[in-house]
Protein backbone atom coordinates (compact mmCIF):
# COMPACT_ATOMS: atom_id res chain seq x y z
CA UNK A 1 0.00 0.00 0.00
CA UNK A 2 1.35 3.62 -0.92
CA UNK A 3 1.77 5.52 2.05
CA UNK A 4 -0.88 8.52 1.78
CA UNK A 5 1.58 11.34 1.81
CA UNK A 6 3.60 9.77 -0.97
CA UNK A 7 0.51 9.49 -3.41
CA UNK A 8 0.98 11.01 -7.06
CA UNK A 9 -0.49 10.98 -10.21
CA UNK A 10 1.29 12.04 -13.41
CA UNK A 11 -0.49 12.07 -16.54
CA UNK A 12 2.54 10.95 -18.47
CA UNK A 13 2.66 7.88 -16.62
CA UNK A 14 -0.72 6.71 -15.87
CA UNK A 15 -1.46 4.87 -19.37
CA UNK A 16 -3.54 1.29 -19.53
CA UNK A 17 -3.13 1.40 -15.03
CA UNK A 18 -4.84 4.74 -14.87
CA UNK A 19 -8.09 3.36 -17.00
CA UNK A 20 -7.83 0.22 -15.04
CA UNK A 21 -7.83 2.53 -11.52
CA UNK A 22 -10.45 4.90 -13.12
CA UNK A 23 -12.92 1.92 -14.06
CA UNK A 24 -12.89 0.57 -10.95
CA UNK A 25 -12.97 3.75 -9.25
CA UNK A 26 -16.21 4.71 -10.88
CA UNK A 27 -17.64 1.39 -9.96
CA UNK A 28 -16.93 2.58 -6.35
CA UNK A 29 -18.08 5.83 -6.35
CA UNK A 30 -21.76 4.55 -8.20
CA UNK A 31 -22.02 1.60 -5.45
CA UNK A 32 -21.16 4.83 -2.55
CA UNK A 33 -23.43 7.39 -4.11
CA UNK A 34 -26.48 4.80 -3.74
CA UNK A 35 -26.32 5.09 -0.50
CA UNK A 36 -24.84 8.21 1.25
CA UNK A 37 -24.65 11.99 -0.09
CA UNK A 38 -21.18 13.14 -0.51
CA UNK A 39 -19.36 15.87 -1.58
CA UNK A 40 -15.98 14.51 -2.20
CA UNK A 41 -14.12 11.31 -2.20
CA UNK A 42 -10.36 10.87 -1.89
CA UNK A 43 -7.85 8.46 -2.41
CA UNK A 44 -5.06 7.87 -0.20
CA UNK A 45 -3.67 4.65 -0.28
CA UNK A 46 -4.29 1.87 -3.06
CA UNK A 47 -2.64 -1.52 -3.93
CA UNK A 48 -4.00 -4.29 -6.32
CA UNK A 49 -3.16 -7.80 -6.38
CA UNK A 50 -3.34 -10.20 -10.07
CA UNK A 51 -4.30 -13.73 -9.04
CA UNK A 52 -3.93 -16.74 -11.08
CA UNK A 53 -7.65 -18.34 -10.95
CA UNK A 54 -7.70 -22.55 -12.00
CA UNK A 55 -11.29 -22.98 -13.90
CA UNK A 56 -11.75 -26.79 -15.12
CA UNK A 57 -14.02 -26.05 -18.02
CA UNK A 58 -13.18 -29.66 -20.02
CA UNK A 59 -9.64 -28.39 -19.76
CA UNK A 60 -7.64 -26.92 -17.31
CA UNK A 61 -6.53 -23.29 -17.67
CA UNK A 62 -5.74 -19.88 -15.69
CA UNK A 63 -7.54 -16.92 -15.88
CA UNK A 64 -6.00 -13.81 -14.30
CA UNK A 65 -8.00 -11.52 -11.68
CA UNK A 66 -7.38 -8.74 -10.36
CA UNK A 67 -8.47 -7.39 -6.78
CA UNK A 68 -7.79 -4.51 -5.38
CA UNK A 69 -7.75 -2.27 -1.80
CA UNK A 70 -8.59 1.11 -1.58
CA UNK A 71 -8.26 3.71 1.14
CA UNK A 72 -10.59 6.49 0.96
CA UNK A 73 -11.61 9.77 2.68
CA UNK A 74 -15.64 10.46 2.17
CA UNK A 75 -16.56 13.76 3.01
CA UNK A 76 -19.93 14.66 3.05
CA UNK A 77 -22.87 17.14 5.19
CA UNK A 78 -25.23 13.97 6.35
CA UNK A 79 -22.87 11.04 6.67
CA UNK A 80 -24.68 8.50 8.72
CA UNK A 81 -23.57 7.73 12.00
CA UNK A 82 -21.53 4.46 12.19
CA UNK A 83 -21.81 4.17 8.34
CA UNK A 84 -17.70 3.02 8.04
CA UNK A 85 -18.09 -0.40 8.21
CA UNK A 86 -21.56 -0.64 6.41
CA UNK A 87 -20.35 1.18 3.04
CA UNK A 88 -17.36 -0.70 2.98
CA UNK A 89 -19.34 -3.77 3.03
CA UNK A 90 -21.86 -2.92 0.60
CA UNK A 91 -18.88 -1.98 -2.00
CA UNK A 92 -17.24 -5.48 -1.34
CA UNK A 93 -20.72 -7.54 -1.65
CA UNK A 94 -21.77 -5.71 -4.94
CA UNK A 95 -18.38 -5.66 -6.35
CA UNK A 96 -18.26 -9.65 -6.20
CA UNK A 97 -15.29 -9.24 -3.01
CA UNK A 98 -12.90 -8.24 -6.10
CA UNK A 99 -12.75 -4.35 -3.72
CA UNK A 100 -11.75 -4.37 -0.49
CA UNK A 101 -12.25 -0.25 1.22
CA UNK A 102 -10.63 1.68 4.12
CA UNK A 103 -12.80 4.21 4.78
CA UNK A 104 -12.57 7.50 7.00
CA UNK A 105 -16.13 9.22 6.85
CA UNK A 106 -16.28 12.70 8.48
CA UNK A 107 -18.32 15.76 7.60
CA UNK A 108 -16.71 18.97 6.38
CA UNK A 109 -17.43 20.49 10.05
CA UNK A 110 -16.05 17.45 12.11
CA UNK A 111 -12.99 17.56 10.28
CA UNK A 112 -12.61 21.63 11.41
CA UNK A 113 -13.11 20.93 15.06
CA UNK A 114 -11.27 17.76 14.51
CA UNK A 115 -8.05 17.40 17.22
CA UNK A 116 -4.25 18.50 15.90
CA UNK A 117 -2.95 15.34 15.15
CA UNK A 118 -6.58 14.61 12.65
CA UNK A 119 -6.18 17.71 10.82
CA UNK A 120 -2.64 17.27 9.85
CA UNK A 121 -3.65 13.92 8.58
CA UNK A 122 -6.88 15.40 6.75
CA UNK A 123 -4.60 17.99 5.02
CA UNK A 124 -2.00 15.63 4.27
CA UNK A 125 -4.48 13.50 2.62
CA UNK A 126 -6.45 16.22 0.80
CA UNK A 127 -3.14 17.88 -0.42
CA UNK A 128 -1.67 14.39 -1.19
CA UNK A 129 -4.20 12.53 -2.21
CA UNK A 130 -6.23 11.81 -5.66
CA UNK A 131 -9.88 13.60 -5.54
CA UNK A 132 -11.91 11.29 -7.20
CA UNK A 133 -15.42 12.80 -6.61
CA UNK A 134 -16.76 16.36 -6.16
CA UNK A 135 -15.11 19.30 -5.68
CA UNK A 136 -11.57 20.24 -4.40
CA UNK A 137 -12.44 21.08 -0.57
CA UNK A 138 -10.31 24.80 0.59
CA UNK A 139 -8.07 24.10 3.35
CA UNK A 140 -9.07 27.19 4.63
CA UNK A 141 -12.80 26.29 5.47
CA UNK A 142 -11.74 23.25 6.45
CA UNK A 143 -9.40 24.79 9.36
CA UNK A 144 -6.84 23.17 7.70
CA UNK A 145 -4.04 25.92 7.59
CA UNK A 146 -1.47 27.17 9.65
CA UNK A 147 -1.47 24.24 11.79
CA UNK A 148 0.32 23.76 14.70
CA UNK A 149 2.81 21.57 15.00
CA UNK A 150 2.18 18.15 15.50
CA UNK A 151 2.62 17.14 19.58
CA UNK A 152 5.23 14.55 19.41
CA UNK A 153 5.20 13.64 23.39
CA UNK A 154 1.19 13.33 23.45
CA UNK A 155 1.76 10.57 20.66
CA UNK A 156 4.57 9.22 22.05
CA UNK A 157 2.40 8.70 25.68
CA UNK A 158 -0.61 7.50 23.69
CA UNK A 159 1.52 4.79 21.69
CA UNK A 160 3.59 3.54 25.14
CA UNK A 161 0.43 3.57 27.00
CA UNK A 162 -1.70 1.48 24.17
CA UNK A 163 1.05 -1.23 24.11
CA UNK A 164 1.41 -1.03 28.37
CA UNK A 165 -2.05 -2.35 28.28
CA UNK A 166 -1.80 -4.82 25.66
CA UNK A 167 1.46 -6.34 27.78
CA UNK A 168 -0.89 -6.64 30.57
CA UNK A 169 -3.85 -7.92 29.27
CA UNK A 170 -1.54 -10.57 27.16
CA UNK A 171 0.50 -11.24 30.12
CA UNK A 172 -2.14 -12.57 32.07
CA UNK A 173 -4.17 -13.97 29.20
CA UNK A 174 -3.03 -17.27 30.14
CA UNK A 175 -4.25 -17.02 33.92
CA UNK A 176 -7.66 -17.75 32.73
CA UNK A 177 -7.45 -20.96 30.15
CA UNK A 178 -10.09 -22.71 32.36
CA UNK A 179 -12.54 -19.68 31.66
CA UNK A 180 -12.27 -19.26 27.67
CA UNK A 181 -14.48 -16.50 27.54
CA UNK A 182 -12.72 -14.43 29.49
CA UNK A 183 -9.37 -15.04 28.32
CA UNK A 184 -10.74 -14.57 24.74
CA UNK A 185 -11.94 -11.56 25.55
CA UNK A 186 -8.44 -10.39 26.97
CA UNK A 187 -6.99 -11.27 24.24
CA UNK A 188 -9.10 -9.41 21.96
CA UNK A 189 -8.81 -5.90 23.99
CA UNK A 190 -4.69 -6.62 24.07
CA UNK A 191 -4.93 -7.12 20.11
CA UNK A 192 -7.03 -3.84 19.55
CA UNK A 193 -4.22 -1.76 21.98
CA UNK A 194 -1.58 -3.04 19.61
CA UNK A 195 -4.00 -1.71 16.37
CA UNK A 196 -4.54 1.62 18.37
CA UNK A 197 -0.57 1.74 18.64
CA UNK A 198 0.03 1.26 15.12
CA UNK A 199 -2.38 3.54 14.15
CA UNK A 200 -1.61 6.24 16.37
CA UNK A 201 2.14 5.79 16.12
CA UNK A 202 2.35 5.52 12.45
CA UNK A 203 -0.56 8.37 11.05
CA UNK A 204 -1.58 9.85 14.38
CA UNK A 205 -5.06 8.80 13.89
CA UNK A 206 -7.58 7.47 16.47
CA UNK A 207 -10.61 5.82 14.99
CA UNK A 208 -13.93 6.43 15.25
CA UNK A 209 -14.91 2.47 15.26
CA UNK A 210 -13.29 -0.67 16.51
CA UNK A 211 -14.32 -3.46 14.63
CA UNK A 212 -11.04 -5.42 15.08
CA UNK A 213 -11.19 -6.52 11.17
CA UNK A 214 -11.85 -2.62 10.76
CA UNK A 215 -8.66 -1.80 12.53
CA UNK A 216 -6.51 -4.19 10.86
CA UNK A 217 -7.59 -3.08 7.58
CA UNK A 218 -6.27 0.58 8.77
CA UNK A 219 -3.44 -0.89 9.37
CA UNK A 220 -2.34 -2.94 6.63
CA UNK A 221 -3.42 -0.16 4.08
CA UNK A 222 -2.78 2.86 6.08
CA UNK A 223 0.33 2.77 7.82
CA UNK A 224 2.91 1.11 4.87
CA UNK A 225 3.58 -1.92 6.75
CA UNK A 226 4.14 -5.15 5.52
CA UNK A 227 1.30 -7.65 5.49
CA UNK A 228 3.90 -10.55 6.77
CA UNK A 229 3.62 -9.10 10.14
CA UNK A 230 0.15 -10.16 10.49
CA UNK A 231 0.09 -13.75 10.66
CA UNK A 232 -1.87 -16.14 8.64
CA UNK A 233 -3.78 -18.30 11.04
CA UNK A 234 -4.76 -15.10 13.45
CA UNK A 235 -7.04 -14.18 10.39
CA UNK A 236 -7.90 -16.81 8.15
CA UNK A 237 -8.33 -19.43 11.03
CA UNK A 238 -12.33 -19.15 11.42
CA UNK A 239 -11.97 -20.18 15.24
CA UNK A 240 -9.70 -16.98 15.44
CA UNK A 241 -12.39 -14.95 13.81
CA UNK A 242 -14.97 -16.36 15.70
CA UNK A 243 -12.86 -15.14 18.94
CA UNK A 244 -12.17 -11.68 17.92
CA UNK A 245 -16.11 -10.97 18.05
CA UNK A 246 -15.65 -11.63 21.69
CA UNK A 247 -17.42 -8.13 23.51
CA UNK A 248 -17.92 -7.53 27.15
CA UNK A 249 -21.85 -8.22 26.35
CA UNK A 250 -20.25 -12.01 26.34
CA UNK A 251 -19.15 -11.74 29.37
CA UNK A 252 -22.85 -10.29 30.83
CA UNK A 253 -24.78 -12.43 29.46
CA UNK A 254 -23.06 -15.99 28.31
CA UNK A 255 -22.23 -18.88 29.28
CA UNK A 256 -18.40 -19.25 29.62
CA UNK A 257 -18.51 -22.80 27.93
CA UNK A 258 -18.62 -21.36 24.20
CA UNK A 259 -15.33 -21.58 23.48
CA UNK A 260 -12.69 -24.42 24.37
CA UNK A 261 -9.83 -24.25 26.07
CA UNK A 262 -7.56 -25.81 23.12
CA UNK A 263 -9.44 -22.76 20.90
CA UNK A 264 -8.43 -20.05 23.41
CA UNK A 265 -4.22 -21.48 23.56
CA UNK A 266 -4.38 -21.10 19.82
CA UNK A 267 -5.49 -17.65 20.01
CA UNK A 268 -3.07 -16.85 22.35
CA UNK A 269 -0.20 -17.96 21.04
CA UNK A 270 -1.33 -16.46 17.17
CA UNK A 271 -2.12 -13.35 19.37
CA UNK A 272 0.87 -13.11 20.92
CA UNK A 273 3.60 -13.81 17.73
CA UNK A 274 1.30 -10.89 16.12
CA UNK A 275 2.19 -8.95 19.22
CA UNK A 276 6.20 -10.06 19.24
CA UNK A 277 6.40 -8.62 15.68
CA UNK A 278 4.96 -5.56 16.10
CA UNK A 279 6.45 -4.11 19.79
CA UNK A 280 10.10 -3.81 17.41
CA UNK A 281 8.59 -1.46 14.70
CA UNK A 282 6.75 0.57 17.66
CA UNK A 283 9.70 0.79 19.45
CA UNK A 284 11.49 2.20 16.38
CA UNK A 285 8.90 4.29 14.99
CA UNK A 286 8.78 5.56 19.01
CA UNK A 287 12.61 6.59 18.58
CA UNK A 288 12.09 8.51 15.05
CA UNK A 289 8.81 10.20 16.95
CA UNK A 290 11.56 11.26 19.70
CA UNK A 291 14.08 12.42 17.33
CA UNK A 292 11.31 14.56 15.38
CA UNK A 293 10.47 16.07 19.14
CA UNK A 294 13.94 16.75 19.76
CA UNK A 295 14.24 18.21 15.95
CA UNK A 296 11.36 20.32 16.59
CA UNK A 297 12.63 21.95 20.09
CA UNK A 298 16.19 22.58 18.66
Not at 42 to 50: I, R
Not at 65 to 80: A, H, V
Not at 85 to 104: M, P
Not at 118 to 144: A, D, T
Request: proline letters at 3%; charged letters at 20%.
Amino acid sequence: MKDYSNIGFYPAKKGTLYKTIQQVFNEVVQILLKYTDLDAIYCFGFQSHSLNKQTVLGDTFYKKEKKWEFSLLLMGKNIPANSTANLADLVTQQLGGKIKLSLLCYTPKQIALSNNEHRHLFKKIIQSGWLIYGNPHELVKLNLTNLPDLNYKGIIEFTQNRMTIANGFIKNAPLFYDQPLTCAYLVRTAIKQVLLAILYAYIHYHPNQFHIQYLLQLCTNCCNLSENIFPNTLLELEICKKLFKTYHNDLRFRSTDIYSKEDVKLFYQCSLSFKDQVEPLIHKRIFKLKSKAYEKRG
